[in-house]
């Protein structure tokens, strides 16, 4: 208990990339399957109604020897005053004494692990060679999912954007996503960066009106919405179609049609908080979908369960986003940390 | 998002007094029973089966305009290798746009809310002039609880010292009880603790191997173990006794024999969390006490319910420890340390 180091934003920013942000959650996920990562249940409140929020994730990662929390809390009318809406911390203990070990900034840790689950979705879920990703959603966590999709998936080539309500948000993102790509770190050893540029060159990015149409086009969906009706009907999704489902991470929360459950293979983080607070919180409480027919990611992932079938099977993955990808991403940066000495280490 | 003040052990020790302590828990139990605090679920986990454990308290504090959370571990084998059992952390956010305004170290902070908890039992719900005080535990926590007592009722003027299972600790911690005491700050205006010494030295304190005649002498009780079954029956406590429980805070634990909980007026710092892991946990169980004759005791301090209601009424405290104990002394020790420029100030 002698001491704890802070690491902040900016050393976050620095620290961490998106290779290694995607390998970590893969390992998380991985890990949870095989019994050396636990989650424990989730802590949500309204802070203010409809304004604020928060919630508090907790885990065991035994993996690595540590256990933890991260708070979130999003505060919507902090944009009106130039504030970041979304604060949140992350704290890292020692599972063989108890002892804290880092307090990290969680904004850039939490808008990189996002990120990566809507990109792993992808990667072991849609059909080989997918060359065309839809996105549903323009805000600033898009940005996050396509970088870390460009990064998992190396056959896309082509991205479309879509938002609901604001067909001129699309546009914008349009004319800015390339820049925004550039700045998230992408490889440890390129510290320019060129590669991961290269790669952002060759992508096309279209905004688009009709989502129906680019659906038709498509084998791979992020939706990232606040949404809570569905903005995806089932008869506009084709035979073949990946969706990662990023926005449902609260009750009330929906961007698919319930229905589509009724024909999906539907694969979560975490089958308990996706239930409760996912995307298929909707269709479970119908009954649309049965809790046994759904399977964990990191099952997939480490082979035990069978991801696609087919290509003509429609797969869904249902990310709430669970603490265990907070504390793999954490343990990284803070080996990097202490490899580096980056944060400043203040007694306690 | 730009800055926290992380405030260590140290420092807590040095800013923290009882008496102002005391002052906080009695204003977060009146605040939460004012619905101006608000209690969040429980989260807590083993680590190490029967050897670490941990949990998560939170809350929101809307009479301070803050929300925050603390985790503690316990991990018992760490005192063979001469380290705390004890670790954790407070955060502390701010309710107006959720940022981060301190971490502080949660070890003192907690020892000193816990013992102003059983005190605070004691002097709203304990006969008027109570003189006599059992506790039953002699461990650390044991001394905080004291030493809040000695503070909270200034007519105690003899303690008896008792320890289930080793008459030897209570003999020991008689010989130490006073130079432990003299250590707790305990009037932030009398910086050598003086007139806090004058008061210790006017208390008669006695190791006691037979409870049951201890009990015959007393108004006042305090449990503090880590018991898991009765350690006082039911027949032991005399009309008008007042017990404050405060060792059960975990399921399985248990400190009085729950028959007692048949025939006596029941108080709780919070109903939900009590009757999951407190000591009423069996009587609630098996339908000893009904969950609608449960006061919450910052209804007794506000004055909207009744406490003692005659010199012979038994009456029980069941404190679990609420998020908002911890809440109420962060913000207390946090405004002394902003003030008086206590703490290291980190960028994130």
Chains 1, 2 share one sequence.
Not at 48 to 72: H, T
Not at 76 to 92: C, D, I, K, R, W
Request: proline share 2%; with cysteine; net charge neutral.
């Amino acid at each position: 208990m002698n001491s704890i180091r802070i690491i902040s934003d900016d050393d976050v920013e620095h620290i961490l990339d998106l290779k290694n942000t995607i390998l970590c959650v893969e390992n998380a996920y991985q890990q949870k399957a095989n019994n050396k990562a636990t989650i424990l249940p989730l802590v949500s409140a309204d802070l203010v109604e409809g304004k604020a929020d928060m919630d508090i994730k907790s885990g065991i990662y035994q993996a690595e020897n540590l256990f933890g929390l991260k708070l979130v809390a999003w505060f919507g009318e902090n944009e009106m005053q130039g504030l970041p809406a979304l604060t949140g911390m992350t704290m890292v203990f020692d599972l063989k004494n108890g002892f804290p070990r880092a307090l990290i900034n969680a904004r850039h840790l939490t808008a990189m692990r996002t990120g990566a689950a809507g990109a792993v979705g992808i990667k072991y879920l849609a059909k080989k060679n997918a060359e065309v990703l839809v996105v549903v959603g323009t805000g600033h966590q898009a940005v996050f999912q396509i970088a870390a999709t460009l990064t998992a998936v190396p056959t896309i080539r082509k991205v479309y954007l879509y938002n609901p309500r604001n067909e001129e948000k699309a546009k914008l993102l349009q004319e800015s996503i390339r820049t925004k790509l550039s700045r998230i770190r992408n490889d440890i050893y390129d510290l320019k960066n060129e590669k991961w540029i290269q790669r952002i060159e060759t992508v096309e990015f279209s905004a688009v009106n009709n989502i129906e149409s680019a659906l038709s086009e498509t084998d791979a969906v992020i939706t990232i919405t606040p949404s809570s009706q569905a903005l995806i009907r089932k008869e506009w999704v084709k035979p073949g179609t990946h969706i990662s489902c990023i926005g449902a991470d609260l009750p009330g929360k929906q961007e698919l049609d319930e229905t589509l459950f009724k024909t999906v293979r539907v694969f979560v983080d975490d089958v308990g908080q996706a239930s409760k607070v996912g995307e298929i919180q909707t269709a479970i409480r119908l009954g649309m979908v049965q809790k046994e027919l759904i399977t964990e990611i990191g099952n997939v992932i480490n082979g035990n369960e069978k991801g696609r079938l087919s290509n003509k099977d429609i797969t869904v993955f249902d990310s709430t986003g669970i603490a265990l990808q907070d504390l793999a991403v954490a343990d990284y940066i803070l080996k990097i940390a202490e490899e580096k000495n980056i944060g400043t280490i203040v007694n306690l």
